[in-house]
């Protein structure tokens, strides 16, 4: 294989491309780029239809976990290492964890359009 020297620019893009396009190996030492689970977005793990495994031979599975329809994009949990996205279904815009962390302290105070995967409720 051959090595490129990168400026300093081409580095952080390829830095920000892996953070939020690829996956890890199981060890932690490699990042992997699959052509059609790159293509799956994230969803907090409320919304998300599919999980994901990422096997030593490199290979990815992505299992449904609940119903979805023909033409309907799927969804996965990225985890707690992409934690800075939001949630694409449930349009919140806090992290889960930061959530539940705020739950846990005591000030499970709602901001707007966090539904935690409940319901939204008619007056």
């Known amino acids: 294989m051959r090595r490129y020297n990168m400026?300093?620019?081409?580095?952080?893009?390829?830095?920000?491309?892996?953070?939020?396009?690829?996956?890890?190996?199981?060890?932690?030492?490699?990042?992997?780029?699959y052509s059609l689970v790159s293509n799956i977005n994230h969803a907090c793990p409320?919304?998300?239809?599919?999980?994901?495994?990422?096997?030593e031979a490199y290979d990815i599975t992505v299992t449904l976990v609940k119903d979805v329809r023909a033409s309907e994009e799927i969804f996965i949990d990225f985890g707690e290492a992409r934690s800075h996205f939001d949630c694409s279904l449930c349009n919140t815009k806090e992290p889960i964890w930061?959530?539940?962390?705020?739950?846990?302290?005591?000030?499970?105070?709602k901001r707007r359009g966090d539904t935690d995967g409940e319901e939204p409720q008619n007056p």
Do not use: H
């Open 46 to 55: 409320d919304c998300a239809q599919a999980t994901f495994l990422v096997a």
């Open 98 to 109: 930061k959530r539940r962390k705020r739950k846990k302290n005591g000030r499970d105070t």
């Open 7 to 33: 400026n300093a620019t081409e580095s952080v893009c390829l830095y920000k491309f892996k953070r939020d396009c690829a996956f890890q190996d199981p060890s932690g030492t490699r990042v992997l780029i």
